[in-house]
């Protein structure tokens, strides 16, 4: 897991992933509201302190995204908590209203309504129904229970509604497998056009948050997303070639996305499935 700085800004974190005002402005209706529509600065799960103890279990969803969702209380220490994030969840309950508001909303049981989401932030242990309490319940969930394999249905619900109302993203994202037009482009025996992997591997049409902050942990020195590895030899000449100027890892996974599923080996030019499932999923 990369070590990310522990508090990122709202309009630097905005910038890092992507999010602009347009898109904060969109996310409220255009309400023009600067108090709704800036991002607060927030404290990333990998970063709290208890992390590493708190989500040693392989295969959780906190331990394998937690450079992605948004600490429940704050940046911590072995004694006391600190409610650094208190303002963020407000700002994410507010987008959640919003969405319980409209009745053509498609929320999972576990956020479906004001019973399951009673209020923004609590920092009580005995509090469940907080937003922030909501999502870290969701974060120690198996990875298993957002791996979705027919949609729509309450995992993959779940996982749309993880990555719009607890991440950095602030909203999901969608696979080759929900993008119809996009598979068909990849032909027979390819990665982007396997039932399997296309259930896993993120759709290059849209996702311009996740593609955004995929290309920085790419060129980034450190963290297991860092293009400079031998071991992958057909991204990493892609890092080689354009470490400069920083051409977009999105490129690179539908040039993938367009190659045999059934390579072993990684090569200059064909990928094997551990390295597009390593840079293409999330």
């Given amino acids: 897991m990369p070590s990310p700085a522990a508090v990122v800004g709202g309009a630097l974190g905005a910038g890092a ?16 509201s600067l108090e709704v529509e800036i991002e607060p600065t927030k404290v990333l799960l990998s970063a709290d302190s208890k992390f590493n103890t708190d989500y040693s279990t392989n295969n959780l969803i906190g331990k394998d995204y937690g450079n ?19 303002a963020w969840w407000d700002w994410s309950y507010k987008r959640w209203k919003r969405d319980f508001a409209n009745p053509n909303s498609n929320l999972s049981e576990e956020f479906k309504d004001a019973s399951k ?31 979705s394999e027919d949609t729509p249905n309450n995992k993959a619900k779940l996982r749309n509604d993880l990555f719009k109302y607890c991440s950095i ?16 482009n990849y032909g027979s025996g390819n990665f982007g056009s396997d039932n399997t992997h296309s259930k896993t591997l993120i759709a290059v049409t849209g996702n311009d948050k996740f593609w955004a902050k995929r290309n920085e942990e790419f060129y980034s020195s ?8 031998s071991a992958s030899k057909f991204f990493k000449k892609f890092y080689d070639e354009n470490k400069t100027k920083k051409k977009n890892i999105r490129e690179r996974c539908k040039e993938a996305y367009k190659k045999p599923s059934s390579t072993a ?14 840079f293409c999923a999330i």
Avoid: H, R
């Fill in 68 to 86: 992605y969702l948004v600490a429940p209380v704050g940046s911590t220490t072995t004694e006391t908590a600190e409610t650094n994030n208190k």
């Fill in 222 to 229: 450190t963290g297991n997303k860092k293009g400079d590895d």
């Fill in 169 to 184: 993203f602030g909203e999901s994202f969608k696979t080759i497998s929900e993008v119809e037009e996009e598979k068909s």
């Fill in 17 to 32: 992933i992507g999010v602009g005002s347009a898109y904060l402005a969109g996310a409220f209706g255009g309400s023009g």
């Fill in 265 to 278: 080996a990684s090569a200059d030019e064909s990928p094997n499935l551990g390295e597009v499932t390593k």
């Fill in 117 to 147: 989401v009673g209020s923004a932030f609590s920092d009580a242990s005995s509090s469940s129904a907080a937003l922030n309490k909501v999502c870290e319940a969701v974060y120690k969930k198996a990875k298993t229970e957002i791996t």
